[in-house]
């Protein structure tokens, strides 16, 4: 069956991060394994380029908004190419193609009578002539009263609000305070689609079920319907039908998904027309990778207009975690992200493609780019155990270019214990857990270099030189195993093993049925050198010289340590009879004449929560412990505490007192393990 796959489409008001880039990476990785297979596979993308926020910043530039975006796009494209992403069609949400699908789905779904209108309030600058966006609107916060807060959420104390409560409001678009308009906007009645949404989140294999799980409380407070429409003055496509409104953003973006499969069509005549892959019933699979922050847009928006539109609801929908630099959240306003063009000024490609692979598993998690551990890893991993194998063998083999006879009294136990993890590899990558193919990658380099170092062919070369070239040609057919197993993660490299072996790449289709010996050893070798050199801490200081100042002083400043007696040894029996699992507290409250102690109770994913009293009254309220993800101990024998039966414990660090802080396992739902 052939395959359709998307990346979240990047909003054209800003350069590509390397937050974008561990989506597009994933993605390409995933992409690239299933071209390898065999299977027919289009990879699409393009930019989001409707709403306020483009427009006011073409103003600024002194553009049209339509030169904006197309500028933008390039800098896009031209990103994602160096990266090596293996796109088949870049396109735009405002192209012909987007309008057509835009309208075509809101006429299906005003006919089938899920479009409705509301009356709404909206802040209004009259200077500027135009209806404010939440982010359009600064005020001080009504919750702690900090100056210069957004319309919708406080960046000082995190609390929510609607723009109206801000105090003292001006436009950040002419300084003045706003008016309060009323004014008609048109809906989509998301809450009638409960019924097909729940079936829909149930689905086997249509996305992580503990996300599954979140978006269940939707459900239980009533589905909002959706507000698609805005007035004008608004960048984007008017709405058939009505004066001076314009479809939201948010709804013609994911249209985009479809409007870009046109496009590609139309380019190139792989397909009649996008419902060769988006009508209801096409014979094809739509994966969709995005980031968890828009899993509402996707998950519950998205399937329930494509189903009132009738056509194809996606199959999976792939959500990956967010990205943090050195440990803390990338974030504008901190300063503490890296753009993507500047690393690239430093940085071969191939290293962050590694690297974000060796993290990425199949699940939500977020993943940290520490400068400090990208480099040894990468130095360690990808140069000196994976790369260093290539040259080892192939310079010495590079000489006379000739490889000796097949001996498998030599290498066929080497080369059949590695295609026996060919498949361990490919089902990795399938589900987008490169990290477990690139473990398994790496423990067949090293298998390979051990079988190397055992035979010291650089030192018997001289006095056995046939001898020595048996051993090496066994180690070359790793080397060519590699083409094909490293082709997803780093295609460049991949290419140049193939190029110093003088053979085509291996494919996983191919390797499906390869056997023992994989080269002909009859054909000549081409010349070798090292196929990438190791990072210097000088070139990462200079891409930590092009981020923000948060970033440096956290990579400089060691925390001082304190010293801590050993603790003694126990068998790994003992140890493996405890259970950790990870645990949200749902609500706490202190023990009444037990100063140090807090009551919690804590979902541990089981039928009721647990109630758990802790240590924790000095280092913790319960306000600042609500919420939290925690390690609980979960098989200890339930015990009574000032009176309450205390059903495990939870983990904390420190000295005791004031000096505590909770273990927190990560954001994975409650009842997984931790081991
Ligand atoms: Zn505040």
């Not at 913790?620 to 000032?642: C, F």
């Amino acid at each position: 069956m052939k395959t359709l796959v998307t990346c979240a489409l990047p909003y054209a008001n800003g350069p590509i991060h390397l937050g974008h880039m561990v989506e597009h990476i994933q993605t390409d990785i995933f992409v690239r394994y299933l071209r390898s297979r065999g299977d027919d596979v289009v990879f699409l993308c393009a930019d989001d380029t409707h709403g306020t926020a483009i427009e006011i910043s073409a103003e600024k530039k002194g553009v049209t908004p339509e030169a904006f975006i197309a500028e933008v796009s390039e800098d896009h494209q031209a990103v994602f190419r160096d990266f090596q992403i293996s796109r088949d069609f870049y396109s735009s949400t405002n192209s012909p193609e987007n309008k057509h699908y835009a309208e075509l789905i809101y006429n299906r779904a005003k006919d089938a009578g899920f479009i409705g209108t509301k009356d709404i309030e909206q802040a209004f600058d009259e200077t500027a002539g135009r209806f404010l966006a939440d982010r359009f609107i600064k005020g001080e916060c009504p919750n702690c009263g900090t100056k210069d807060q957004y319309g919708d959420a406080c960046e000082k104390c995190n609390a929510t609000y609607g723009p109206k409560e801000l105090k003292n409001p001006y436009s950040v678009l002419s300084g003045k305070p706003p008016v309060w308009k009323k004014s008609t906007h048109l809906f989509f009645k998301l809450s009638q689609h409960v019924d097909f949404l729940k079936a829909q989140l149930a689905k086997p294999g249509f996305m992580n079920q503990g996300l599954a799980a979140q978006l269940g409380q939707f459900f239980e407070k009533g589905l909002a319907d959706w507000d698609i429409s805005r007035d004008g003055p608004y960048f984007g496509f008017p709405i058939p039908g009505e004066t001076n409104k314009f479809f939201y953003v948010w709804l013609d973006a994911p249209i985009g998904y479809i409007s870009a499969a046109e496009a590609w069509a139309k380019a190139t005549g792989k397909a009649k027309s996008a419902l060769d892959y988006w009508a209801k019933d096409a014979d094809a699979r739509i994966v969709h990778v995005i980031g968890k922050d828009i899993v509402y847009f996707h998950c519950l928006f998205w399937p329930s207009v494509l189903t009132v539109a009738n056509l194809k609801v996606p199959d999976y929908v792939h959500i990956h975690g967010h990205l943090t630099v050195n440990g803390e959240k990338m974030s504008k306003s901190r300063g503490t992200f890296i753009n993507a063009r500047p690393y690239l000024d430093v940085l071969d490609p191939n290293y962050l493609r590694f690297y974000f692979a060796s993290l990425l598993g199949s699940g939500p998690e977020d993943l940290d780019f520490s400068l400090l551990e990208f480099r040894q890893r990468t130095n360690a991993e990808l140069v000196n155990n994976l790369g260093n194998l290539a040259n080892r063998s192939l310079s010495l083999l590079a000489k006379d270019k000739k490889l000796a006879p097949a001996n498998d009294a030599v290498g066929g136990a080497l080369v059949r214990e590695a295609l026996s993890r060919v498949k361990e590899i490919g089902d990795a990558f399938e589900k987008f857990d490169s990290r477990t193919a690139i473990k398994a990658i790496l423990e067949i380099g090293y298998a390979a270099n051990q079988f190397l170092a055992k035979s010291e062919p650089w030192k018997t070369i001289k006095t056995d030189p046939e001898g020595a070239r048996s051993v090496l040609s066994e180690a070359a057919e790793i080397v060519y195993l590699l083409t094909a197993l490293l082709h997803p993660v780093v295609p460049e490299l991949a290419d140049k093993l193939a190029t110093q072996l003088n053979r085509k790449k291996l494919s996983f289709k191919e390797l499906a049925t390869a056997q023992y010996p994989l080269l002909d050893r009859s054909q000549p070798i081409g010349d070798a050198s090292p196929i990438i050199g190791r990072i210097e801490a000088e070139t990462v200081e200079k891409l930590i010289a092009t981020t923000p100042e948060p970033v440096q002083k956290k990579a400089s400043e060691p925390k001082k340590k304190e010293e801590v007696a050993a603790p003694s040894e126990i068998e790994f029996g003992d140890f493996a009879k405890v259970s950790f699992r990870a645990g949200k507290v749902l609500a706490a409250e202190k023990v009444p004449k037990a100063d140090k102690l807090l009551k919690l109770s804590i979902d541990l994913g089981e039928a009721a929560p647990r109630t758990i009293v802790s240590g924790i009254a000095e280092a913790y309220t319960p306000e600042t412990v609500t919420g939290r993800n925690v390690v609980v101990v979960a098989n200890l024998k339930p015990r009574a505490l000032k009176g309450i039966e205390s059903q495990g414990m939870i983990l904390t660090a420190g000295k005791g007192g004031k000096d505590l802080v909770l273990l927190d396992p990560g954001n994975v739902p409650p009842g997984s393990d931790v081991k």
